[in-house]
């Protein structure tokens, strides 16, 4: 199975700041990598495919880039909503592999 | 729109059995694969299992397999997890997905739909 490293695993920020997520895959997958975000008690939420395209209804202010192995989840400007757990996943191999998630956490 | 309701969650003792269900919506449940994930109390997502349109192809987490089997019923949009000799690190909530198609003009892309989970306590 292809195993998916994410970091941070946990991430304090303020409302406004700019904020990076990384992941990387033990081996290549392409484009093949998708950004949920994750609220208690809520089902995930896509918010990016093929590493780079935003779902529909996502804020401009997400952005994904990446390919091979090495990807990552920018938010421009953290808005109060954002605050939340954040997953790469690979989806260029079954089984759809998840990295361990990003607790994005009010400062 | 894909709708995901999962059902059947509780507390269950130590070595006992539960089965959970989800019922779909919203789209063609035959043509796509299913799966389950969990989320034990403070921990990430851990993917559990999952299961082709057809059935014909099965797969399992280290954690779980030879104790829990996946099923679906396509008549009914309905996928089942049947879970057996279930220990206390079997505590999560349990999430039904649907992997949908995104195509792209330089490919085609899967992705998850997702319930929004059901509480499976397992203590004595």
């Known amino acids: 199975d292809i195993q998916m490293t994410q970091s941070p695993s946990s991430l304090s920020a303020s409302v406004g700041d700019r904020v990076t997520i990384t992941c990387r895959a033990s081996?290549?997958?392409?484009?093949?990598l998708n950004w949920y975000q994750h609220k208690p008690g809520k089902a995930p939420q896509l918010l990016v495919y093929a590493a780079s395209t935003l779902q529909s209804g996502v804020p401009s202010r997400f952005s994904g880039s990446g390919s091979g192995t090495d990807f990552t989840l920018t938010i421009s400007s953290l808005h109060p909503e954002d605050f939340a757990d954040y997953y790469c996943?690979?989806?260029?191999?079954?089984?759809?592999?998840f990295g361990q998630g990003t607790k994005l956490e009010i400062k | 729109e894909v709708q995901v309701v999962e059902s059947g969650g509780g507390v269950v003792k130590p070595g006992g059995s539960l089965t959970i269900s989800c019922v779909a919506s919203g789209f063609t449940f035959n043509k796509g694969g299913m799966n389950w994930v969990r989320q034990a109390p403070g921990k990430g997502l851990e993917w559990v299992s999952s299961i082709s349109s057809d059935s014909n192809f099965i797969y399992y987490g280290d954690s779980v397999r030879g104790r829990f089997t996946i099923s679906r019923d396509n008549a009914k949009n309905s996928l089942y997890l049947q879970m057996k000799s279930l220990r206390p690190e079997d505590t999560a909530v349990y999430y039904c997905a649907t992997v949908g198609t995104k195509e792209e003009s330089h490919g085609d892309y899967d992705f998850w739909d997702w319930g929004q989970g059901t509480l499976v306590t397992v203590s004595s």
């Open positions: 081996q290549g997958i392409r484009r093949y």
């Open positions: 996943q690979q989806t260029y191999s079954i089984p759809h592999i």
